[in-house]
């Protein structure tokens, strides 16, 4: 896919609000990619953000995603191909031509791991909801991988349909993800090395038992269940008690580490051109072979190799075992 075949950020993320009920609602609009969002749509959501916990016009925030899904992760496509031509960090860190900065080349360890530092970044677009001090809701459906689940880490509240599915495709292919410390904290230790070690992603009951899900509901109730949420949080009490709790609750995420998460998950990441592969061949990371066959191929194909209940894609999940 070319740059031309790519909508611009502005179509890719829309945002609406509502001054009379106070709620504003951000929407992924990609469907027919599964609303992956390209590196200036994360930094648009992240602007977005920003820009919402600051308008007294808001107070809460609704996200979600058009289509059958809230979304299956990042556009890793662009960002595989960005990085062949030199230009991701100029474009992940916003540098124009007018910008005097020479980035690191690609064998300097700070090529890779100020990408990895920048996702802790609120304005990545990546960690962007753990600044917000509104309230925020996360609408749920079909696929939360990747890049969706990190929101959905961060987010005040979930809300799920029953068909939802939770996790990332990252733990198959390299085991890692920037969100890790804080998944641990919200899904409970236990689960989440089960999800880490396994690769297997998880039903919104599942998650539900977990306590990281406040509600799970038949798809076609799930609107109006995100909407009772979001009409009584703009309800109660006012924004600058909600600001307090939430630099409360910020307080609390701090004290157990979640940004330290951040810049641990990001260390992790930038080692991996240090790890060597099994005797079998496993691979440890994202191998130039995998990148070239394709990486979406790639996880597909691996798919395969686990059990159907297992499996990320919903289609595979019908499927026997090793077909």
């Known amino acids: 896919m070319t740059d031309v075949d790519v909508p611009p950020p502005e179509e890719i993320i829309l945002y609406e609000k509502d001054p009379s009920t106070r709620i504003a609602t951000i929407t992924f609009n990609r469907p027919d990619q599964l609303n992956i969002p390209t590196i200036g749509a994360r930094r648009r959501y992240g602007d977005l953000i920003f820009k919402a916990s600051m308008d007294d016009d808001v107070k809460v925030l609704v996200v979600r995603g058009v289509g ?49 530092h920048w996702y802790g970044n609120v304005r990545s677009g990546c960690r962007s909801l753990q600044d917000f001090k509104k309230i925020s809701i996360l609408e749920v459906k079909g696929y939360c991988y990747g890049w969706h689940f990190y929101q959905a880490a961060d987010a005040d509240l979930v809300i799920s349909s029953d068909d939802a599915l939770f996790g990332h495709p990252a733990f198959r292919y390299v085991g890692y993800a920037p969100r890790m410390w804080q998944w641990a904290m919200t899904m409970g230790l236990r689960k989440f090395q089960e999800m880490v070690f396994t690769g297997r992603p998880f039903t919104a009951q599942q998650m539900y038992e977990c306590n990281f899900l406040n509600s799970v509901v038949p798809r076609d109730q799930l609107e109006a269940e995100v909407d009772k949420y979001a009409l009584a949080c703009a309800r109660t009490r006012p924004t600058d008690t909600v600001f307090m709790q939430k630099v409360f609750f910020e307080i609390m995420k701090q004290h ?16 991996g051109p240090m790890l060597r592969s099994d005797e079998d061949g496993s691979p440890t990371r994202l191998s130039k072979e995998t990148m070239d066959a394709g990486l ?20 595979g999940r019908q499927k026997p075992a090793n077909d």
Do not use: C, I
């Open 256 to 271: 157990q580490g979640e940004y330290m998460g951040s810049l641990l998950s990001a260390w992790l990441e930038s080692m």
């Open 296 to 315: 979406n191929l790639a996880v597909k194909d691996n798919d395969s190799r686990f059990p159907p209940e297992w499996r990320l894609s919903r289609s």
């Open 68 to 116: 059958d899904h809230l979304g299956s992760g990042a556009d890793l496509d662009e960002l595989m191909a960005k990085q062949a031509a030199g230009t991701a960090l100029y474009e992940e860190f916003g540098f124009t031509e007018d910008d005097d900065v020479t980035m690191p080349g690609p064998r300097a360890y700070r090529a890779g791991g100020s990408l990895l």
